[in-house]
């Protein structure tokens, strides 16, 4: 992942670190990733989802307005 790849970028010590504050490393345990980790993961879901869902809209109005 982007933030696997890059974990400085957004706000990590490194992609290996696990604190139980959820906040400051990406892990929250061994196995589980932090509540920092999944805003992060929303907010990218929420973009994708978001510009799919615009870009269908965008294709039903076109398709209305200019015929075959």
């Not at 504050?21 to 994708?48: F, I, R």
Request: glycine share 8%.
């Amino acid at each position: 992942s982007k933030v696997l790849d890059s974990p400085t970028t957004y706000g990590f010590t490194d992609a290996n670190c696990v604190n139980d504050d959820g906040a400051t490393c990406v892990w929250w345990n061994s196995y589980h990733p932090g509540h920092a980790y999944h805003k992060l993961q929303a907010a990218d879901m929420k973009e994708h989802m978001h510009s799919r869902v615009l870009g269908r809209l965008i294709g039903m109005v076109w398709r209305n307005i200019v015929p075959d």
